[in-house]
């Protein structure tokens, strides 16, 4: 299988001709590095001197946003008067549309802030909404516009179509730059990583800067501090939502160490060589100052996730971290790992500190498909064999697997069937839906294969895809066998005798009819567990309860509706983890 051909093709390939290569100017020998360095023991003051620079950090569907939490808290840390709107949140397969309304609440919130620069963090499913947001917000402003994050990196020329610099690559330091021009009544132009349109309208590539390594200098993100506002369903908030999160998201580090080809990571990596380790991990100390800071904000939290993409890949990182974190916090925490990268010394440590349960990427059920289309180490032979270390350890493992995956034929889904059967049950199953994001290898891989079309890549298609299904939908009526070879995969965490004994009727032997009964059970699944449609909720708690009852079961009866009565009372949207894929 041979499906490497356009690997690692620059993303502005297509446009060299428009691109003439930019000049940086020493900023009057201002050293960025030494400023990140000298603010790290800065408290998080609001500047609101009449003369102090503006900025407005802008965040598009993602409340919990990394980057635009990190950039308030930087630049409160640097002395500017620094603001931070989360313009609509993430809520998983569900997304809300932008209102009128909303736009207008953004634009009087602008109006009232006057920024002199509004930084806009954007991933690719998110560029139309920030040109929708930009044009409105450009109607009350004339405040410089800056786009940063992964949107930006991959295609600065494209950003530039509605914002006036993009910066490519990570900002710390760019922030602190533009800061230090603001300061001095200067434009942007010039500083490293930030590209711009020149008078003759060519794009200006302004290169990338090096990756900071110190990620000890970084502040962590803001959490309900000065000027943090919220806008969804029609409301604008000043409450930060996130103290009332249960659970505590936080990153100890940056980075991965492969490149899986439908990950951003298989750009990244590329594009930063020579700039200094892709991988950088914060201090343990530093991770627990950041959880004490958390603890003091949130009302009721109970758990910690770690979100980074490889948690704890160092040996020496581990011990240290499982210390400090056993001593210092109570909480039970996940965090995620490549299963190559699990070894079984390191989880005795992180369960004895506290973890419970971790996320452990599958993605593809089939070893060839896994490793020469997803360019992903591992085979299903060590899955199972890290699966079961796992338990052995008291972890619960949560299996990642991507579905819709047009490289997939229904032998590779009857293979992906019976490892996930060997996996065992109770099984805690993520089945997400195969994205085609621009430029990444494995979209190019399905053009070249005829699997999708230049259409298919549009901004307006990732965005209906992401938002509306980021998170496998079951196929109805999925009377072939690939489709419903799917929604059996999709229907494994309900793993009763009967629908075990029919998904491994399925997985041997090719029955159209028993497939679309599986398909409507995987149907009833979607709409119980991810879009909680009430009267599908509530059939299967009374025959749940019913059940009980006949086999006199009371207590298992008792903590059914304990249950009900706790989640009737805290039931939240989905709102999902945050992911780079
Ligand atoms: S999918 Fe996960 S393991 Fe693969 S490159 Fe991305 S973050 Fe790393």
């Known amino acids: 299988m041979d499906h490497r051909s356009g690997y690692r093709i620059a993303a502005t390939a297509s446009v060299k001709s428009d691109i003439v290569k930019g000049c940086v100017d020493d900023l009057n020998g201002f050293d960025a590095t030494a400023r990140l360095h000298e ?32 950039f308030h808290a930087l630049c409160l840390k640097d002395g500017i008067n620094s603001s931070a709107l989360f313009f609509k949140n993430n809520f998983t397969n569900d997304h809300l549309p932008i209102t009128d309304h909303e736009l207008e609440l953004a634009a009087e919130l602008v109006g009232k802030l006057k920024p002199d620069v509004i930084l806009m963090s954007i991933m ?22 800056v786009v940063g994050g992964k949107y930006p990196t991959i295609v600065p020329h494209e950003s530039l179509e509605f914002a006036d610099y993009a910066c490519k690559g990570e900002g710390d330091l760019t922030m602190l730059r533009i800061n230090q ?62 103290i009332y999160d249960e659970d505590v998201l936080v990153m100890a580090g940056r980075g991965c160490v492969y490149l899986c080809s439908y990950c951003v990571n ?31 904000k949130y009302l009721d939290p109970r758990t910690v996730t770690f979100n980074d993409e490889v948690f704890g890949v160092f040996d020496e990182w581990v011990k240290e971290f499982a210390a400090a974190y056993k001593e210092r916090c109570k909480l039970p925490f996940e965090c995620e790992l490549v299963p190559r ?25 089939q070893d060839e498909i896994r490793k020469e289309v997803m360019h992903r180490p591992g ?103 690939r489709d419903y070879l799917e929604n059996c995969i999709y229907l494994i965490p309900w793993h009763g005798p009967v629908i075990r004994k029919m998904i491994i009727s399925l997985q041997k032997k090719h029955n159209p009819l028993l497939g679309f009964a599986a398909t409507l059970v995987a149907r009833i699944r979607y709409w119980q567990d991810f879009q909680h449609v009430g009267l599908v909720v509530w059939a299967r708690r009374i025959i749940l309860g019913v059940r009980c009852l006949l086999r006199g079961d009371f207590s298992m009866l008792a903590d059914r509706v304990r249950n009900v009565i706790k989640k009737t009372r805290y039931q939240q949207p989905h709102t999902g983890r945050l992911s780079v894929r």
């Open 39 to 70: 603010i790290r023991a800065n408290p998080l003051m609001l500047n609101d001197e009449p003369d102090s620079p503006r900025v407005l950090h802008l965040s598009l569907y993602c409340y919990k946003s990394f980057p635009a939490r990190i």
């Open 124 to 145: 690719a499913p998110y560029a139309v909404a920030a040109r929708q947001l930009a044009k409105k917000l450009r109607g009350v402003t004339d405040s410089v516009f």
């Open 181 to 242: 021009r603001l300061r001095e009544g200067r434009d942007l132009r010039g500083i490293k990583g930030l590209w711009y349109k020149d008078d003759q309208d060519n794009v200006v590539d302004m290169d990338q800067d090096v990756l900071y390594q110190d990620m000890d200098d970084i502040p962590y993100p803001a959490i309900d501090e000065a000027q943090m506002y919220f806008i969804e369903k029609n409301h604008l908030e000043i409450v930060d939502p996130e």
């Open 266 to 296: 298989s750009l990244l990596i590329p594009m930063n060589r020579g700039n200094g380790r892709f991988v950088r991990l914060r201090t343990p100390d530093h991770v627990m100052e950041e959880l004490d800071y958390r603890m003091k």
């Open 341 to 365: 990268l699990i070894k079984e010394h390191n989880v005795v440590l992180l369960a004895d500190a506290g973890m419970n349960s971790l996320h452990f990427g599958v993605q593809s059920g």
């Open 379 to 481: 085979n299903n032979e060590e899955l199972v064999e890290k699966a079961a270390m796992l338990r052995k350890n008291g972890i619960q493992p949560q299996y990642d697997i991507i579905l819709d995956n047009p490289f997939d034929t229904p032998e590779s889904l009857a293979v992906a069937l019976g490892l996930l059967l060997d996996f065992g049950t109770p099984i805690n199953l993520n089945t997400y839906k195969m994205q085609y994001f621009p430029h990444y290898p494995f979209t190019n891989m399905a053009l070249e294969a005829g699997h999708i079309s230049e259409e298919d890549v549009s901004d307006e298609k990732v965005a209906e895809s992401v938002l509306y299904n980021m998170v496998y939908r079951p196929k109805f009526p999925a009377l072939n066998r």
